[in-house]
T-cell receptor, first 109, second 113 residues
Framework: SQQGEEDPQALSIQEGENATMNCSYK?????LQWYRQNSGRGLVHLIL?????REKHSGRLRVTLDTSKKSSSLLITASRAADTASYFC?????????FGKGTRLHILP | DGGITQSPKYLFRKEGQNVTLSCEQN?????MYWYRQDPGQGLRLIYY???????QKGDIAEGYSVSREKKESFPLTVTSAQKNPTAFYLC????????????FGPGTRLTVL
């Protein structure tokens, strides 16, 4: 069964605004990862947050993890046209990584 | 530059034909993976290999086969037994623990005519 589910499925925002996407999962995890995929390309690892961490930053990315709610959020601040892509969460549990279906983010000029 | 290469980028085949997708990495990673991605879907694991000459089935292995004769190479064969092979195929590798994330290749889009 699908472990991670992203929400929303698609998101369009104006350049310069912040973008927030969420990921919910069902079972306990060791860590949660976020990846970006540009159209027709491979995935690129963005950030990993461990189950004992609550928040992590990397440049314009901020990831939070709430293990009690089994959810994570990815915030991209000051969005740019180059941020247009699909974003996937991947949960790592029992030595298995399972990818969600992704959020398609479109940055409007 | 270290990385993963997949070839070809686009591949067309007729029904009933087997086809092999190439995946090569020069990252010196032991573990390699094959994923399938359908439109609007997440990635589903086909096969993975933790070490040379050893591989395991993933969640959707039926109709696929792999080999791992060299550390650098993990080719995937899509056989005629795969009922719906049209998809985007992604190869990935991962470094030794404690690193747990995946490095992905650029993908091969397979279309069955």
């Amino acid at each position: 069964s699908q472990q991670g589910e992203e929400d929303p499925q698609a998101l369009s925002i104006q350049e310069g605004e912040n973008a927030t996407m969420n990921c919910s999962y069902k079972t306990s995890i060791n860590n949660l990862q976020w990846y970006r995929q540009n159209s027709g390309r491979g995935l690129v690892h963005l950030i990993l947050i461990r189950s004992n961490e609550r928040e992590k930053h990397s440049g314009r990315l901020r990831v939070t993890l709430d293990t009690s709610k089994k959810s994570s959020s990815l915030l991209i601040t000051a969005s740019r046209a180059a941020d247009t892509a699909s974003y996937f969460c991947a949960t790592d549990a029992h030595d298995k990584i399972i990818f969600g279906k992704g959020t398609r983010l479109h940055i409007l000029p | 530059d270290g990385g993963i290469t997949q070839s070809p980028k686009y591949l067309f085949r007729k029904e009933g034909q087997n086809v092999t997708l190439s995946c090569e990495q020069n990252l010196n990673h032991d573990a390699m993976y094959w994923y399938r991605q359908d439109p609007g879907q997440g990635l589903r694991l086909i096969y993975y290999s933790q070490i040379v000459n050893d591989f395991q089935k993933g969640d959707i292995a039926e109709g696929y086969s792999v080999s791992r004769e060299k550390k650098e190479s993990f080719p995937l064969t899509v056989t005629s037994a795969q009922k719906n092979p049209t998809a985007f195929y992604l190869c990935a590798s991962s470094p030794p623990l404690p690193t747990v994330w995946r490095y992905f290749g650029p993908g091969t889009r397979l279309t069955v005519l």
